[in-house]
């Protein structure tokens, strides 16, 4: 038998085969197609630019000469300035969308509801029709001809559009009711406004009893992961935890405030407790901030940046240790303060308190009826007192049933991340909340994402940023909180503070195996001297007996 005998043409050297001739026109084929497609649909979506632009260089460029050519109007008109953005867009998107796209597409917003804005607002409920007398003109037409026009005639009457601006991604449009119109009716028509509109958010706010204002963002800024970065500055009164719907910064305010965030499991509890740890730790560092923390569950969570923490609790009774703690701190505060200051300022030697709890249901929901009956009145106590005093609490949650968190209420600004339910939204966001901020509507691929009301009764979305567990341990290593001897515990239970060292330094560090690790920074710390015996002190039971002790039952900070 012979050899096979190929089906194409053969090769020879020098000579390109049939087959690579037609890959190369294939490929330019393709190439070509692609370029002419996007230029094709770039012209489309850009019409009116182009269109301009080839008629100015028509004119510039053609009409002197008085020598008109196709080809020319062509290439300078249309061809030069759609590859020109094309390849703006392609390679240098941020700055095409700040100078050509973004503005063009403001303009459009801004224009589409000026122009709209009678339709809209009839579609959307917002207008009402009402009987109008005749105008002077008519009535003489009238009388001219008597049966026609009629005397009276329907018109329209719109609320007032005040202002219409465009900023980023967002379109906000300021309305005035018309009479017989409350903001309630202008807020209720805020989603159909906003579908309208194709936004993909929006809010709605009350500038005044008749008029509101409409944001609705345009484009979704809230898509892209993006990680938090170890902070720097030094910053009590607000941590920024992440980005608001029109990109600008999430600021979240801490001081004199109570912080409840409830989502579902995996809706990214975790980057909002470490958003705010996190963000607080170069306070801690500072001894500006003192971080206590809760976490019943193995504490897996509060492990990770341990260092951050001034104690941890991970089982019951210790969490209930450090609410007694706390209380005592309250206690010697209000004493203190009575008739002097209404708002605690900290300070390195009177820092604010911050209480982080990862799963409070834990506690109020899950544990034995002692323990749940004891912290709640505990916590319920803190909550009640502390915030003015600079004793606060973060609590995390995934259920926010009354039953489980009968707290709910006293918690002054609550964070909604995914929900299971528009119920849920509403017990946690306030009535009215389940179309304003529906947090039961955010997506699974997108946790961290919440809705937030803000003092003025708006609602936001936000995104808080990752917290990858790297980070947690280098932010939490770089910024350990100082050492401050606990001498509110009873003389026998700290025998030295190299003990008290030992005790505290031995952070257990909880691997997400479930490994316990026990590491000593007794190393590290410097020496102290050693603390003078002090008479034995009973822990107080109740607030009422907490509030005679003295300020050496306290921590230091609070003497
Ligand atoms: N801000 C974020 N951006 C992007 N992904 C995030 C963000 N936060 C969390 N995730 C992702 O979602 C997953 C779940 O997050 P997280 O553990 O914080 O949820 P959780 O609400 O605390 O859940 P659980 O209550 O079950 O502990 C994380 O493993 C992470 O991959």
């Given at each position: 038998m012979g050899a096979p005998v190929s089906a194409g043409l053969t090769h020879s050297r020098g000579v390109p085969s049939a087959t690579r001739v037609a890959g190369h026109v294939g490929s330019t084929l393709r190439i070509g197609g692609v370029l002419a497609w996007a230029v094709v649909g770039w012209t489309y979506r850009h019409l009116r630019w182009v269109v301009s632009v080839a008629s100015l260089a028509f004119a510039v460029r053609l009409l002197p000469n008085g020598q008109p050519s196709g080809i020319r109007v062509l290439i300078l008109g249309w061809g030069v300035p759609a590859v020109v953005a094309v390849v703006w867009a392609r390679w240098w998107p941020a700055s095409y969308e700040r100078w050509a796209a973004g503005p063009l597409k403001r303009a459009s917003w801004r224009r589409w509801a000026r122009r709209r804005w009678p339709v809209l607002a009839r579609e959307c409920g917002l207008s009402v029709q009402r009987d109008q007398r005749a105008s002077w003109s008519t009535s003489a037409l009238r009388a001219v001809a008597p049966g026609r026009p009629s005397a009276r005639s329907t018109v329209w009457v719109h609320p007032r559009l005040c202002s219409v601006t465009a900023r980023g991604v967002t379109l906000t449009v300021t309305v005035r009711a018309r009479t017989g119109q409350t903001v309630e009716d202008l807020e209720n028509a805020a989603p159909a406004l906003a579908a309208a509109a194709s936004a993909r958010s929006f809010r709605c706010r009350a500038l005044s009893p008749s008029t509101v204002e409409y944001v609705l963002v345009?484009?979704?800024?809230?898509g892209p992961v993006r990680a938090a970065s170890a902070p720097v500055d030094v910053l009590v009164?607000?941590?920024?935890?992440g980005r608001r719907q029109d990109g600008t910064r999430w600021l979240l305010p801490l001081t004199g405030r109570h912080t409840l965030v409830v989502g579902c499991s995996?809706?990214?509890k975790g980057s909002i407790f470490w958003g705010v740890c996190g963000g607080l730790a170069p306070a801690v560092r500072a001894g500006l901030v003192r971080l206590w923390g809760v976490d019943l569950k193995r504490g897996i969570e509060v492990g990770m940046g341990r260092h951050l923490f001034s104690d941890v609790a991970t089982t019951p009774a210790q969490a209930l240790d450090v609410l007694n703690r706390l209380l005592r701190v309250v206690d010697e505060r209000g004493n203190r303060m009575a008739g002097v200051t209404r708002l605690h300022e900290p300070t390195s030697s009177d820092p604010l308190h911050v209480l982080a709890i990862d799963e409070l249901a834990v506690l109020t929901a899950y544990a034995d009826p002692e323990v749940r009956k004891e912290a709640s009145r505990l916590l319920a106590e803190v909550l009640t007192q502390g915030r003015a005093l600079g004793v606060i609490v973060l609590a995390c949650v995934q259920d926010p049933r009354k039953e489980v968190i009968g707290l709910r209420g006293l918690f002054t600004q609550t964070l909604a991340l995914r929900l299971r339910s528009a119920d849920e939204t509403r017990m946690v966001l306030?009535?009215?909340?389940?179309?304003?901020?529906?947090?039961?509507?955010?997506?699974?691929?997108?946790?961290?994402t919440a809705w937030v009301i803000e003092e003025d009764g708006s609602a936001d979305r936000v995104r808080a940023d990752f917290w990858p567990d790297d980070l947690v341990r280098h932010v939490a290593t770089h910024n350990p909180a100082p050492y401050v001897p606990?001498?509110?515990?009873?003389?026998e239970q700290v025998e030295s503070v190299e003990d008290a060292e030992v005790d505290r330094g031995?952070?257990?560090?909880?691997?997400?195996?479930g490994v316990s690790s026990v590491r000593s920074r007794k190393a590290r710390a410097p020496r102290q001297p050693r603390t003078p015996r002090r008479p034995r002190v009973t822990a107080p039971q109740s607030p009422s007996e907490a509030g005679s002790v003295s300020s050496s039952d306290v921590g230091p900070e609070a003497a």
């Open positions: 345009m484009a979704d800024r809230l009164d607000a941590v920024p935890v995996g809706s990214g306030g009535d009215g909340a389940a179309a304003l901020a529906p947090a039961h509507r955010i997506s699974p691929s997108t946790p961290g606990d001498t509110s515990k009873p003389i031995s952070a257990v560090d909880v691997a997400p195996g």
